[in-house]
């Protein structure tokens, strides 16, 4: 009875490290990791043990038995990882970790992000004795994408915030909420009151399509629309046209999937979630009938991954078309476009739909005031001499009507007020995470947004392993004497009384949260007063 990982896998390898017969690859280290989709299970040496399954954050690993109908393709994709990728060559893999001797004094550390790269570094580091961590961020509400980011209806990649629990619980660990860096302090103020500064601050923006009507309302990022319906305070009281029978989504990435699902999601189905009270009373409303995800280049090159075009695919209630199948490419070419084509293929349902649309790039918006049609072109695949393959317009022009356009084509990082950046990457340019020593970055703003959330622990792991270096070399400058920067933030407790106002509205509603989104509300729950939530 062999184990699987499912979708909800967030590569973070804690399930390697737990399984006694190294049947869970690929593995820090070998080739693939931080790069494949998720990880997988060997079928063939498993043996039944369920240890990964108590090392998992987000319930990824399941016994087939176990398996709902949409889960069992999972069974056949952990396999076939293993036929294309033989790993009967590679030794069993135990870990030992690094053993330091740390100078014996205290080291206080900086985290500017509380987000999933931010709270990993927090932990490697406070593994260390003697070490305090203090994790700023400028939201009331700590956690970044994990909180804000990954979509309602995937509650179970939301369970990794119960790890975040567990890592705020360590002795040596605070929070500053509500604090921003650049405003309420300075890069200098961090380095005069810590030994090091860690910055994990995310990809807080999008990147641009630079087409004709782009900011006509109605046009929005769909990086902006999922903090919508997230609850996110930046953009919980957010508009968005959901009155015509279309929606077009620029993009087919799994940001782009998230969106189209909750779009045509059954808003009863949503109301067991933790979506925004504002965003449900919006879809419950909503005229949108059909979701179109655009791809300028084909079936091959879609960002999205397997496991989400699983889950995708499993939809009941949901029809799931395929439009621009490239007349040379077979079918089997790849595990994503062998489903695409039984996607293709698929008998027709009735209800909402989402149509999968590639060899298509937008050229302009159109509309009086606000978006009515999206003009469009058809494509055609070209490779370069590199071996880049490049998608050019044919002319065939087409026009979609539609009330929204959500561009969902990469997230991108702001500059740091004191840090180098690097305009091209939208990072900042370190060394194994080094900036200069005492000042380091770990994330998104180091490696651009690539990965998953558990990539980020491995990312945190080498930088935080080059602070201990310069710790152990002497290079960390000492605090100014008595320098403590304390402009009025949120502590680790003012946070728990937050999330414990948020779980007791949705244990009365059948619900995990009901989400404060405004300012008012979140200081109001953090100093124990009753909230009016809704």
């Known amino acids: 009875m062999p184990y699987a990982v499912t979708r909800s896998c967030c590569a973070d390898a804690s399930c390697v490290l737990a399984c006694p017969v190294n049947c869970i690859h690929p593995a820090p280290g070998e080739p693939g990791f931080g790069t494949t989709e998720m990880l997988y299970v060997d079928p063939r040496t498993c043996v039944d043990c369920g240890a990964c399954t108590t090392a998992c954050p987000v319930d990824a690993l399941k016994p087939h038995t176990a398996l709902s109908e949409a889960e069992l393709p999972f069974l056949e994709l952990n396999a076939t990882y293993y036929k294309e990728n033989p790993h009967a060559d590679r030794a069993p893999m135990y870990v030992v970790p690094r053993q330091r001797t740390l100078p014996a004094v205290e080291l206080k550390i900086a985290v500017v992000g509380a987000g999933p790269a931010g709270l990993f570094a927090a932990d490697e580091l406070l593994r260390h004795p003697g070490i305090s961590v203090t994790v700023h961020d400028r939201l009331l509400t700590p956690y970044g994408l994990a909180r804000a980011g990954v979509a309602p209806d995937h509650q ?6 119960d790890l975040f629990r567990t890592i705020e619980s360590q002795p040596g660990f605070s929070y500053r909420l509500g604090v921003e860096v650049g405003t309420d302090l300075t890069h200098g103020d961090l380095l005069r009151e810590y030994h090091a500064v860690i910055y994990a601050v ?5 990147k641009r399509l630079g087409i004709e009507g782009e900011d006509l309302p109605g046009s929005a990022s769909a990086t902006d629309f999922v903090a919508w319906y997230n609850g996110h305070p930046d953009h919980a009281h957010d508009i968005h046209n959901l009155d015509a029978e279309r929606a077009v989504v620029v993009g087919n990435g799994n940001v782009a999937l998230d969106v189209a699902r909750i779009l045509t999601a059954d808003p009863d189905t949503l109301a067991r979630t933790d979506i925004s009270d504002r965003a449900l009373a919006a879809l419950r409303d909503s005229k949108i009938q059909e979701v179109v995800l655009l791809g300028r280049r084909g079936p091959v090159q879609a960002a999205f991954t397997v496991p989400e075009l699983l889950a995708l695919s499993s939809l009941k209630d949901v029809n799931v078309s395929v439009e621009g199948w490239p007349d040379d490419l077979a ?6 476009t062998r489903l695409l084509w039984e996607l293709a293929n698929r008998a027709p349902i009735e209800g909402r739909g989402i149509v999968l649309r590639f060899l298509t790039s937008p050229v302009r918006i159109t509309g009086e005031g606000s978006v009515q049609a999206l003009e469009v072109d058809t494509t055609t695949l070209h490779t370069e001499e590199n071996g880049t393959i490049r998608a050019r317009p044919t002319g065939d022009t087409q026009t979609l009507e539609t009330s929204l356009v959500l561009r969902s084509v990469g997230y991108r990082s702001r500059p740091v007020p004191g840090l180098p950046f ?5 990072t900042v340019p370190h060394e194994a995470g080094r ?27 080498e930088t935080v392993e080059s602070l201990l270096d310069d710790f152990t070399a002497g ?6 004497p008595g320098t403590t920067m304390a402009p009025p933030a949120l502590g680790l407790e003012a946070w728990q009384e937050i999330d414990r106002e948020e779980r007791a509205a ?3 509603q059948g619900r995990p949260r009901v989400k404060l989104t405004d300012t008012e509300s979140l200081r109001r729950a953090a100093t124990g007063a009753p909230v009016v939530t809704g």
């Open 475 to 480: 290079r960390l400058a000492q605090p100014a």
């Open 331 to 336: 079918p089997e070419t790849t595990e994503k």
């Open 435 to 461: 900036v200069e020593p005492g000042v380091y970055v770990a994330g998104w703003i180091k490696r651009g947004p690539t990965g998953f959330i558990g990539t980020n622990k491995t990312c945190a792991h």
């Open 202 to 206: 995310g990809a807080a923006t999008d």
């Open 422 to 426: 690097d305009e091209v990457t939208a």
């Open 506 to 508: 949705g244990e009365a």
């Open 156 to 161: 179970d990649t939301k369970q990794v915030t």
